[in-house]
């Protein structure tokens, strides 16, 4: 099983700055590697699939890079509404997730 | 618009079971392969099943391998998710979700989620 190892756990960050958010694999998954975002509440919200391609209708805020092995999740310009949690995904050899990082209000 | 409606969740006792139900609307349900997701109370998210357009493909997570089965009726736009002999650790919000077509493997589309707990 391919483990997915997020950082940090919690990320405290102002609104108006930028979060980083980081996704490591234990074996190489290619660029088979989603984003979600997960509110209070609320389903999990697909943002990034493809390692790097944005969803229908999500902010240009939200940009994802990396591949094989390290993965990153860039939030500019912190909105209130992406206070939330957010988790990765890889799809390449089955499918699982990483624990989640909590961003949060500084 | 694309819904997903899951329905099913309950409170069962150990070694029990419990049918899921997932209806899907706003979209050409027989196109796209099924997912199901769970998530414990204030827990990140667990992989649980997969099923492919026509359910010629099945897969599940160790945890619930030979005690779940996933089935789709494509006539009445549904997923299900049969769970049997069910444990303490099952105990979840459980998510059916569409899987993207342009990145088979991610998913684009969630429900809003159906509790089961298992408790005595």
């Known amino acids: 099983e391919i483990v997915m190892t997020q950082s940090p756990a919690t990320l405290s960050v102002s609104p108006g700055e930028t979060a980083t958010l980081s996704c490591r694999a234990s074996?190489?998954?290619?660029?088979?590697l989603a984003w979600y975002q997960q509110r209070p509440g609320q389903a999990p919200r697909l943002l990034i699939y493809?390692?790097?391609t944005r969803a229908p209708g999500i902010p240009a805020r939200f940009s994802g890079s990396g591949s094989w092995t390290e993965f990153t999740l860039t939030i500019t310009s912190l909105q209130s509404e992406d206070f939330a949690v957010y988790y990765c995904?890889?799809?390449?050899?089955?499918?699982?997730f990483g624990q989640g990082t909590k961003v949060e209000i500084k | 618009e694309v819904q997903l409606v899951e329905s099913g969740g309950a409170v069962v006792q150990p070694g029990g079971s419990l049918r899921l139900s997932c209806a899907a609307s706003?979209?050409?349900?027989?196109?796209?392969?099924m997912h199901w997701v769970r998530q414990a109370p204030g827990k990140g998210l667990e992989w649980v099943s997969l099923?492919?357009?026509?359910?010629?493909?099945?897969y599940f997570g160790d945890s619930v391998r030979g005690r779940f089965t996933i089935s789709r009726d494509n006539s009445k736009n549904s997923l299900y998710l049969q769970m049997n002999s069910l444990r303490e650790e099952d105990t979840a919000f459980y998510y059916c979700?569409?899987?993207?077509?342009?990145?088979?493997?991610?998913?684009?589309?969630w429900g809003q989620g159906t509790l089961v707990t298992v408790s005595s």
């Open positions: 979700g569409r899987e993207t077509l342009e990145a088979a493997g991610s998913i684009d589309y």
């Open positions: 706003g979209f050409t349900f027989n196109d796209y392969a």
């Open positions: 099923i492919s357009w026509d359910g010629g493909s099945i």
């Open positions: 074996q190489s998954v290619s660029s088979d």
């Open positions: 493809g390692a790097f």
């Open positions: 995904q890889q799809y390449h050899n089955f499918w699982t």
